[in-house]
Nanobody, 125 residues
Framework: VQLRESGGGSVEAGGSLKLSCTVS????????SAWYRQSPGRERELVSIIYTPGRTTLAESVKGRFSASRDYDGEKLYLEMKNLKIDDTAVYYCAAKDRSVYEGSYKCSDDFVYWGQGTQVTVSL
């Protein structure tokens, strides 16, 4: 399973970026996928969880500015970021939980076990 983020870059405060995450060897599903971010000296922060294309959660720090989505084929995640702030500067990662079949039912991993390499987002004045 491989996840690959794209779309990062440098932008001025107030600007916008849209990140994408493409998966191979797996399909994003209702077990959950996520966007995390980490900046130097800070702990990794959960930005969004995507369960289905229409069911997502967002961290309070990004509500009203970010939106997360997933395509219906389960091949891509998106994180659309608007009105970016200096504090949004970080490496952004996509991640996914594992789904397996156990006794005829789907079983989801407790943790996000598949991770991308990350894409840098830098917001400047």
């Amino acid at each position: 399973v491989q996840l690959r983020e794209s779309g990062g870059g440098s932008v001025e405060a107030g600007g916008s970026l849209k990140l994408s995450c493409t998966v191979s060897g797996y399909v994003f599903n209702a077990c959950g996928s996520a966007w995390y971010r980490q900046s130097p000296g800070r702990e990794r922060e959960l930005v969004s969880i995507i369960y289905t294309p229409g069911r997502t959660t967002l961290a309070e720090s990004v509500k009203g500015r970010f939106s997360a989505s997933r395509d219906y084929d389960g091949e891509k995640l998106y994180l659309e970021m608007k009105n970016l702030k200096i504090d949004d500067t970080a490496v952004y990662y996509c991640a996914a939980k594992d789904r397996s079949v156990y006794e005829g039912s789907y079983k989801c991993s407790d943790d996000f076990v598949y991770w991308g390499q990350g894409t840098q987002v830098t917001v400047s004045l």
